[in-house]
Nanobody, 119 residues
Framework: QVQLAESGGGLVQAGGSLRLSCAAS????????MGWYRQAPGQERELAAS???????TYADSVKGRFTISRDNAKNTLYLEMNSLKPEDTAVYYC?????????????WGQGTQVTVSS
């Protein structure tokens, strides 16, 4: 069982910055693919950024050049640095952990943290 806890959300003006954190329990974190998803009101949940256990990153086109995903395996923590924020970034941001070794698999979600960007 894996537990994820997001923090760092809040209210920020357009053009500002926030850093989100996701603390994971257990020992599987260092082996897992981690991601930040977001869901705006009335919209589907979408993947904003992901990072593999080896540190390879991917980004949605809408956040490329503005967001940076990173991980600290020693602290079991995932980060999302968000810069040049836009009102369109307003959403609940969710931390996700995925691990699949056939007989052992995890797909875990945090409860989310609200990010609101004012114009």
């Amino acid at each position: 069982q894996v537990q994820l806890a997001e923090s760092g959300g809040g209210l920020v003006q357009a053009g500002g910055s926030l850093r989100l954190s996701c603390a994971a329990s257990g020992s599987i974190f260092r082996l897992a693919v981690m991601g930040w998803y977001r869901q705006a009101p009335g919209q589907e949940r979408e993947l904003a950024a992901s990072i593999t256990n080896g540190g390879r990153t991917t980004y949605a086109d809408s956040v490329k050049g503005r967001f940076t995903i990173s991980r600290d395996n020693a602290k079991n923590t995932l980060y999302l640095e968000m810069n040049s924020l836009k009102p369109e970034d307003t959403a609940v941001y969710y931390c996700n952990l995925r691990y699949d070794a056939g007989r052992t698999s995890f797909n875990s979600w945090g409860q989310g943290t609200q990010v609101t960007v004012s114009s």
